[in-house]
């Protein structure tokens, strides 16, 4: 099984998607999800409108479905949707939309929850900003955002089609918001391309209710 932080984007380029994304059914939630959840249930958030950014095998959008939520997944990839359509309950299928189609093209709609793991680092640095701030803007007042970002010690950092951070840029990022989570953590380890140094944060943000 790949590593549960390695991304569905990096996939290497002998590798099909739908080849990539049977190899990694079956695997465990990733660990930032299962934070996540956990403080929405301790905070009683009711399951409402979800968003998957870059979906990938479907494990944590079928997670969202089971409880209780409508769920918008969105992957570039049209093998992550036959991956993922098959797998989904009948009777959950009605709150559940699939798109294939870039993050960048993506019209988010307001949302009380999203989760992009291991996805926005791969957007190139412009795109990633306009995804931010039409992120921040359709979130609905008490809605969370769950991700992750790479930071500026990653092995792959100094790739221009992708996005790093140094903390305080980070911290500029959510500045403003009610901070659940901001873990950043650095370790030597695995991924589908091979060994790599990983500097990762752990964002879980809140927006701040209207009073």
């Known amino acids: 099984m790949a590593d549960d932080r390695d991304p569905a984007s990096a996939a ?3 590798t099909s998607w739908a080849d990539y994304y049977q190899h990694t059914l079956g695997r465990e939630l990733r660990p930032p999800f299962v934070r996540g959840i956990r403080v929405l249930q301790e905070a009683g958030v009711r399951p409402a409108q979800a968003i998957e950014v870059g979906f990938g095998d479907g494990e944590e959008t079928l997670a969202l479905l089971a409880a209780g939520w409508r769920v918008l997944a969105i992957d570039a990839s049209p093998e992550a949707a036959e991956v993922l359509r098959p797998r989904v309950p009948a009777e959950l299928a009605d709150r559940l939309e699939i798109r294939s189609a870039p993050v960048e093209d993506a019209e ?11 996805t926005l680092p ?4 412009e795109t990633f900003d306009r995804f931010w701030a039409q992120a921040l803007d359709r ?3 008490g ?15 100094g790739r221009p089609d992708m996005r790093f951070h140094e903390r305080a840029q980070v ?3 959510v500045d403003g918001l009610d901070i659940v989570v901001l873990d950043e953590t650095e370790e030597d380890g695995p991924s589908f391309l091979g060994p790599k140094h990983w500097h990762v944060f752990e964002v879980i943000i809140r927006k701040q209710a209207e009073s």
């Open 108 to 118: 988010l709609p307001h949302f009380d929850l999203l989760y992009a793991g291991y």
């Open 139 to 141: 979130a609905n007042p």
């Open 143 to 157: 809605g969370y955002l769950i991700v992750n970002l790479f930071g500026t010690h990653d092995t792959w950092a």
């Open 171 to 173: 911290e500029r990022l």
């Open 12 to 14: 290497p380029p002998e």
């Open 122 to 125: 791969f957007l190139a640095p």
